[in-house]
T-cell receptor, first 112, second 112 residues
Framework: KQEVTQIPAALSVPEGENLVLNCSFT??????LQWFRQDPGKGLTSLLL?????REQTSGRLNASLDKSSGRSTLYIAASQPGDSATYLC???????????FGKGTMLLVSP | SAVISQKPSRDICQRGTSLTIQCQVD?????MFWYRQQPGQSLTLIAT?????????ESGFVIDKFPISRPNLTFSTLTVSNMSPEDSSIYLC?????????FGPGTRLTVL
């Protein structure tokens, strides 16, 4: 059974810092990995999707990397802003490819 | 991408009652899912809503407690029956797009 772990569970940084969120998964036979953002009490917003054939995917100040062989992904946020404060979740498809297993998330607080 | 709406956005209910949550998608999709997020936890899949047939439930979730309807390719409902305080959660509808999953804004349920 796939297990997804995210480290750290919480992170507090001053505005302007670059930061890295980590995600690891136990079954490396995945065909993609998604990073989501969740604001308190709200739904999920898809940030980045990395296919298994890709090593990196970028969107604005966000860069996600994927190393299937080691079962790891990182989300890099450049020049963090208070508006980046949210919980960041990574998720991988289960066998059958339609449903997702989620990590518990990293709660990020960026202070002005 | 798919645009997903949910109704209600939030509700406060009494123990023993039932609540039906609606999910509407702006395009026809084959795969629709219902997830639950208990306070402080990550997302857990409740079931896959199948069009024209009974939903497929994950271990720990049963049809009597969480009946699901999927009358067409753009709409689904999830009912939380005979509610108890342990059912207090965010309930999220999601759909599988071409390669990634999209989520609705969630329904925040509090059971007193």
């Amino acid at each position: 059974k796939q297990e997804v772990t995210q480290i750290p569970a919480a992170l507090s940084v001053p505005e302007g810092e670059n930061l890295v969120l980590n995600c690891s998964f136990t079954d490396s036979a995945i065909y993609n990995l998604q990073w989501f953002r969740q604001d308190p009490g709200k739904g999920l917003t898809s940030l980045l999707l990395i296919q298994s054939s890709q090593r990196e995917q970028t969107s604005g100040r966000l860069n996600a990397s994927l190393d299937k062989s080691s079962g790891r992904s990182t989300l890099y946020i450049a020049a963090s802003q208070p508006g980046d404060s949210a919980t960041y979740l990574c998720a991988v498809p289960n066998s059958g490819y339609s449903t997702l297993t989620f990590g518990k998330g990293t709660m990020l607080l960026v202070s002005p | 991408s798919a645009v997903i709406s949910q109704k209600p956005s939030r509700d406060i209910c009494q123990r023993g009652t039932s609540l039906t949550i609606q999910c509407q998608v702006d395009s026809q999709v084959t795969m629709m899912f219902w997830y639950r997020q208990q306070p402080g936890q990550s997302l857990t899949l409740i079931a896959t809503a199948n069009q024209g047939s009974e939903a497929t439930y994950e271990s720990g979730f049963v049809i009597d407690k969480f009946p699901i309807s999927r009358p067409n390719l753009t709409f689904s409902t999830l009912t939380v029956s005979n509610m108890s305080p342990e059912d207090s959660s965010i309930y999220l509808c999601s759909v599988l797009g071409d390669r990634e999953q999209f989520f609705g804004p969630g329904t925040r349920l509090t059971v007193l």
